[in-house]
């Protein structure tokens, strides 16, 4: 004949349960200690895992109704409360034990588990709580009071203790027993099992991440080494050409050499450039002297520079004839237009317009670069102002390091302005940045 469990799913028989004379609790204790240990094993924050653990046991286990989870802190030699449950008032998890100091500090000292079973027995196990402590408890609870029975066990890991399980009982009902014992303690070591389960854990994740950070500064350094070795190779490839003394080239054909050589080493010093640039960045160093400049003019010293190295785009150069002198810094300005230029051109493979426009508004001037090529990803668009961030797809065909975006925002916003893109897939894209105008420039906009 089957006997229905009295006892809910997840809760240990308690005295009250007044089980059928004959049947012993424990039959009922493994059902809910598999219940606990599998709530325990499934545990996944670790942050959160030490108030799971009360929040499983301290329903389940009467007459348990409060209860704290303390940590030895081995460079501070005490221990500190890291969850509590059944308090008014979580400031209990201000407080830490000296060894020996109040009910968890005395179950530490033992290393093994402690029953206080009455009021009196808990008062004078508190007897030498810190003062300051004692607020605490006061606070916590909202009354001077103490429990009616306690008990603490300790975590056990193997022969190590990492910490006190302290089960209080506030509420009226038959005290903690040293029957309860084997059972509180049994479920503690199931709590420093998986606890120690979450720090390897945690571990493992952290190494993992170490490794991935590894993994991509390597990418990244790979990728960087390619895109020097690139025109380093021209350069070698075009000098020793040159240089062979059993070849006569023609002047035309030593210009073109040159001037090869020349390009290729501007990309490599771009290269160079950006990557200090980057980490000055990084640290923090950006340095900013701004003066007046006239961003039209900038422009067309820019487009002038592009003209040279494309024949298969046209530029448009759009700037109200009365647009103000702005306060910036020439050489960064330069910088922030150079990238973007160089990207429209760079992402427009098969040439088309670049359009530079400039437009004032009450308060800041907006200028922005448009060009007619591949696009970018919607997916995309948040990310191209990241560090190192390339458009997977256009990785392998054209050269680049992924700074430039970054570095160009910086600037920008090292300025008081902000950057920004809109694209669309196979039609073009268009970034935008702003420079803030002083108050003499807003009054001449204005006007
Ligand atoms: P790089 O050009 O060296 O890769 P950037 O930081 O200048 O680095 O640009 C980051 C990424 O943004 C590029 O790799 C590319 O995927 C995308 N991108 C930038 N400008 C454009 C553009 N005008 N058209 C399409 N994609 C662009």
Redesign the pocket.
């Known amino acids: 004949m089957s006997v229905e469990n009295p006892i809910p799913a997840g809760r240990l028989p308690s005295p009250e349960d007044n089980l059928p004379v004959g049947v012993d609790r424990h039959t009922y204790e493994q059902p809910a200690l598999l219940h606990i240990s599998s709530a325990l094993a499934s545990a996944t924050d670790p942050e959160v895992f030490y108030s799971t653990v009360l929040e499983t046991i301290i329903p389940a286990y009467a007459p348990a109704d409060a209860g704290t989870i303390s940590l030895w802190d081995e460079e501070e030699k005490h221990l500190v409360v890291r969850a509590a449950l059944g308090y008014e008032n979580v400031t209990l998890r201000c407080r830490h034990f000296r060894k020996g100091e109040s009910l968890p500090g005395k179950v530490f000292a033992a290393q093994a588990p402690q029953l206080f079973p009455t009021p009196q027995a808990i008062v004078a196990a508190g007897v030498n709580t810190h003062p300051e402590d004692i607020v605490y408890e006061e606070k916590a609870t909202g009354a001077p009071v103490c429990p009616r029975s306690a008990l603490g066990v300790p975590l056990m890991l193997g022969e190590e203790i990492i910490g006190v399980l302290l089960l209080e009982q506030w509420q009226p009902a038959p005290p903690f027993a040293a029957a309860d014992i084997p059972l509180l303690q049994t479920l503690a070591n199931l709590a420093a099992l998986a606890a120690d389960r979450l720090r390897l854990q945690m571990e493992l994740e952290r190494t993992h991440a170490d490794a991935q950070a590894d993994l991509s500064s390597l990418d990244l350094l790979s990728t960087l080494a390619h895109e020097m070795r690139t025109p380093l190779a021209s350069i070698k490839g075009y000098s020793t050409a040159l240089i062979l003394e059993e070849v006569q080239w023609d002047p035309e054909k030593q210009a073109e050499f040159l001037r090869i050589i020349d390009e290729e080493t501007d990309k490599l010093e771009e290269i160079i450039n950006d990557l200090l640039e980057s980490s000055l960045i990084e640290a923090g160093r950006l340095e900013i002297t701004p003066e007046p400049i006239l961003l039209p003019r900038l422009v067309h010293e820019i487009v002038d520079e592009m003209l040279h190295r494309t024949d298969k785009h046209r530029f448009v150069i759009s700037f109200p004839s009365d647009f103000p002198i702005v306060e910036a810094d020439p050489r960064r300005i330069h910088q922030v237009l150079h990238?973007l230029l160089d990207?429209?051109v760079?992402?427009s493979p098969h040439g088309g317009l670049v359009v530079i426009r400039g437009e004032v508004s009450q308060s800041e001037v907006v200028i922005s670069v448009a060009?007619q090529?591949?696009?970018?990803a919607p997916e995309?668009l948040n990310r191209?102002f990241e560090r190192f961030?390339?458009?997977r797809e256009?990785e392998e065909h054209v050269a680049?390091?992924?700074?430039?975006?970054?570095i160009a925002r910086a600037i920008v916003q090292s300025h008081g302005g902000r950057i920004w893109a809109e694209?669309k897939l196979g039609e073009g894209?268009t970034?935008y940045f702003t420079l803030p105008l002083g108050e003499q420039s807003s009054a001449l906009a204005e006007e």
Not at 400 to 406: V, Y
Request: charged share 10%.
């Open positions: 990238n990207n429209a760079k992402y060009d090529g591949i696009g970018i995309h191209l961030f390339r458009a256009i680049g390091s992924g700074l430039g975006l970054p694209s894209s970034f």
